[in-house]
Structure formats: C-alpha cells, structure tokens
C-alpha cells in the first residue's frame, strides 16, 4: 500500500504555456544584446560584467523552468 501512496504523491504535470516562455526567452535575448553592446561600446570601468551575466543567468535559469515542467497527458 505504500508503493501506492507515493505514486500518487507525483505532482501533476502541467501545460507549458508558450507565451510565458516566449516572453521570458525575449527578455533574455534582450538582456543578451544589452551586455554585448555595453561590453563592445562601453567604457571598461562603466560595465561590471558579472552582475550583468548573473542577471542574464537569472531570466535563463526561469526559461529553463518554463522548458522542464512536465506535461498534462489527456
């Protein structure tokens, strides 16, 4: 009976929705162009580019939700 317990204690997957990712992607991407452009055109002592990559790290990691959330089957 236990074996039964736990089977049922998975979490539902749910629908991924596109539009959240989509949006979560552009701003991303967004993000990306904004630090090459500052790195390419920017003055040295004006960008720190570590706060800028973990910001980016950040809008990634929440795609990367987005991407690993299982699906509802119907």
Do not use: F, H
């Amino acid at each position: 009976m236990k074996g039964r317990g736990k089977a049922q204690a998975r979490p539902q997957r749910t629908q991924l929705d596109p539009q959240a990712l989509l949006r979560e992607l552009r701003k991303a991407l967004d993000v990306a162009r904004c630090i090459r452009l500052a790195a390419e055109y920017g003055e040295d002592d004006a960008l720190d580019i570590a706060d800028a990559l973990a910001g980016l790290l950040t809008l990634l990691e929440k795609v990367a939700v987005l991407l690993d959330q299982p699906e509802v089957s119907s």
